[in-house]
């Protein structure tokens, strides 16, 4: 079994920066594939951002268009985490963050968090 847990979430104004961080626990966590997802109230849920790594090799980055140039993911396997730098936050960042993971190969993301609150006021 794999828990994610998140943590990082709060309250911050346009134009601030927070960084979300995921840990997880229970199986080798260089191997699976890491991702951040957000979802709105009324909105379809996201993929933010994802990664595949091993080591110190990055083989694979990927971004939403909402948030290119702004966000950051990267990942610690020292210390099971992956996070989520997030800079210049707009408003339609506001969205609960979930970590979700699945093993490298496989075509669905079968492990979640229980998700952060991230909220931007203008």
């Known amino acids: 079994q794999v828990q994610l847990t998140e943590s990082g979430g709060g309250l911050v104004q346009a134009g601030d920066s927070l960084r979300l961080a995921c840990a997880a626990s229970?199986?080798?966590?260089?191997?699976?594939?890491m991702a951040w997802f957000r979802q709105a109230p009324g909105k379809e849920r996201e993929r933010v951002a994802s990664?595949?790594?091993?080591?110190?090799?990055?083989?694979?980055?990927d971004y939403a268009d909402s948030v290119k140039g702004r966000f950051t993911i990267s990942r610690d396997n020292a210390k099971n985490t992956v996070y989520l730098q997030m800079n210049s936050l707009k408003p339609e960042d506001t969205a609960v963050y979930y970590c979700?993971?699945?093993?490298?190969?496989?075509?669905?993301?079968?492990?979640w968090g229980q998700g952060t609150q991230v909220t931007v006021s203008s």
């Open positions: 229970g199986r080798t966590f260089s191997s699976y594939a």
């Open positions: 979700a993971a699945r093993p490298v190969g496989a075509l669905q993301y079968v492990h």
């Open positions: 990664i595949i790594s091993s080591g110190s090799i990055t083989y694979y980055v």
